[in-house]
């Protein structure tokens, strides 16, 4: 998120249980020079609200991407992407599938309810 905040200018919300990974981040985002695009939330993954985003990266274990799909697909809109790095969401089959640096990369689009 920051590397995209600084590159094109995109702006995000990152969430994690962890406080020491909200630290940081935000040490990171200030670092990069970002502060204004990306802000950080220590929290519960499965009582954010997600309607707002128009694109979803999850670095997260099978078993938590499985969990945090039918939320996702509840609150996302239709055409909202989906990014998963090294974990696919079981049945969904993604519509790519790539290898970048070693690391496979699932990507999907939030289909019409």
């Given amino acids: ?8 200018g995109a702006t995000g ?4 249980i962890d406080p020491q990974r909200i630290r940081e981040a935000k040490e990171a ?3 990069a020079g970002v502060t204004d695009k ?6 519960n993954l499965f009582e954010m609200d997600f309607k707002d ?3 979803v990266t999850l670095y997260l274990l099978p078993d938590v991407n499985m969990r945090l799909r039918p939320q996702l697909l509840e609150q ?4 909202t992407r989906i990014v998963s ?17 070693g690391a496979t990369i699932y990507l999907w689009t939030v289909p019409k309810k």
């Avoid at 996302?76 to 055409?79: A, D, F, H, R, T």
């Avoid at 696919?88 to 640096?101: A, C, H, L, R, S």
């Fill in 1 to 8: 998120m920051i590397a995209a905040a600084k590159r094109y």
């Fill in 13 to 16: 919300t990152g969430v994690d």
């Fill in 29 to 31: 985002a200030k670092e």
């Fill in 38 to 43: 990306v802000r950080f939330v220590e929290g």
């Fill in 53 to 55: 985003a128009t694109v």
């Fill in 76 to 79: 996302l809109k239709p055409g």
């Fill in 85 to 101: 790095h090294a974990f696919d969401m079981g049945d969904w089959e993604p519509e790519q599938k790539i290898t970048v640096d």
